[in-house]
């Protein structure tokens, strides 16, 4: 497989040790998209670390070199800018684009030309559960439609700590587990953009944007960071409670969105695809 990542941070370096630990064979090329002015050092920092991860490796920071690497699948890693640098012209050129920002889908216009994209050239955006699980079943309900979907993040008080949470209550004195925003899952990605992945996989694998509730919660006794959601539809009813915990190099990130990912890359390459 000729892989792209785009980053070089916490989710693209863990991602890379996993493959490097669990892959039989080495990927044709790997090709790494950093920001422009960093690929010196990523370069000598990737090649110190992941020398044998594939015949050859890349790092590059336009669009333009990325797509003359011949990608087979690009995987973002990065950042919202990220998806709107790179997206629609990766997807344009027929190649399959992975997003771990799914948040930035939250952005209506940028969603529209991401699919448009895919649309023309056959490629596809592939939305990949991260941190939450059920994505499948909520997924496979969507057809029979009204879906009632409810989200929940809970994460302690200080886990909160610079986000808008901070103009409703005083993070470091709450005794109790206390909601703090409720509103659409459009609402609580554009107020809570870091806090706006799971909301948005939620909403665009079910009910959408304006009709998936979310309510975020600052919880003293929250053991890291839960992802709660319920599900009413004609067909079932279910809740799932996914206690995560934090990855190594960003304790925003919970670690289980990393082996998503992989999940994505080694369903591509294996016999079995599940
Ligand atoms: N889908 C999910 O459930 C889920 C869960 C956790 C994190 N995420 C998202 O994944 C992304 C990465 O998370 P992380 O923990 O690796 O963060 P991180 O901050 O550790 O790493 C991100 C890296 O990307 C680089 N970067 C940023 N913009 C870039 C650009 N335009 N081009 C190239 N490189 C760029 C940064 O310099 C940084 O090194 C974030 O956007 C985060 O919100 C998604």
């Not at 003293?220 to 990855?247: C, D, F, K, W």
């Amino acid at each position: 497989m000729r892989l792209a990542l785009i980053g070089f941070g916490n989710i693209a370096t863990t991602l890379l040790g996993l493959l490097q630990s669990t892959q039989k064979f080495p990927l044709e090329n790997l090709t790494i998209v950093s920001s422009p002015g960093r690929e010196k050092a990523i370069e000598a920092e990737a090649l110190a670390r992941f020398f044998d991860i594939a015949d050859t490796l890349k790092v590059v920071s336009t669009t333009q070199d990325l797509l003359a690497t011949r990608p087979d699948l690009v995987l973002e890693c990065a950042s919202h800018t990220a998806v709107k640098t790179h997206g629609v012209a990766v997807l344009a050129q027929g190649v399959d684009f992975v997003l771990a920002s799914i948040g930035a889908l939250s952005d209506a216009r940028l969603e529209l030309d991401l699919i448009q994209a895919a649309e023309n050239a056959k490629s596809r955006l592939v939305l990949p559960a991260g941190a939450i699980g059920g994505i499948d079943l909520l997924a496979a309900l969507r057809p029979a439609g009204n879906l009632q979907v409810t989200y929940r993040g809970i994460k302690p008080p200080n886990a909160w700590k610079g986000t808008k949470a901070e103009a409703q209550l005083d993070l470091e004195s709450v005794q109790e587990k206390t909601v703090f925003f409720t509103g659409t899952a459009r609402e609580a990605a554009s107020a809570f953009p870091k806090n706006a992945n799971v909301a948005a996989t939620l909403a665009l694998a079910g009910a959408g944007f304006d009709q998936t509730r979310a309510e975020l919660v600052a919880d003293p006794n929250a053991a890291g960071n839960i992802h709660e959601y319920s599900v009413t539809s004609p067909l079932a009813h279910y809740t799932l409670r996914v206690e995560n915990q934090p990855s190594h190099g960003n304790a925003k990130t919970s670690v289980s969105t990393v082996y998503s990912l992989l999940r994505e890359i080694t369903n591509r390459i294996g016999p079995l695809a599940i």
